[in-house]
């Protein structure tokens, strides 16, 4: 089993920046690909990006290409995003996965392990 537990959501105006994080425990950090979803009320759940093992692999949702940056500390069991130029569409709550499988995030849209998810609120 993977625990993943997601912080850093809030209120942030139009324009501005958040980062989120997403702590890992339970098995070696490093053999997961890690992933970033979302959902916004009355919507279905959206890729947002995923990150291989070693972290030097990477890939975007078209929504958010050159706005957001996913990264990953595996000496910390930790993957980031770091979100910019937010939109009020970019609200939603923000969940972390991780998959054995690269295609599972990328493909299958989905993880092996799930966050609780944090909320990310844009205001105009």
């Known amino acids: 089993q993977v625990q993943l537990v997601e912080s850093g959501g809030g209120l942030v105006q139009a324009g501005g920046s958040l980062r989120l994080s997403c702590a890992a425990s339970g098995r070696t950090f490093s053999n997961y690909h890690m992933g970033w979803f979302r959902q916004a009320p009355m919507k279905e759940r959206e890729f947002v990006a995923a990150i291989s093992r070693g972290g030097s692999g990477t890939y975007y949702g078209d929504s958010v290409k050159g706005r957001f940056t996913i990264s990953r500390d595996n000496a910390k069991n930790t993957v980031y995003l770091q979100m910019n130029s937010l939109k009020p569409e970019d609200t939603a709550v923000y969940y972390c996965?991780?998959?054995?499988?690269?295609?599972?995030?990328?493909?299958?849209?989905?993880?092996?392990?799930w966050g609780q998810g944090t909320q990310v609120t844009v205001s105009s």
């Open positions: 996965v991780a998959a054995t499988l690269w295609d599972t995030i990328v493909v299958a849209t989905t993880g092996d392990y």
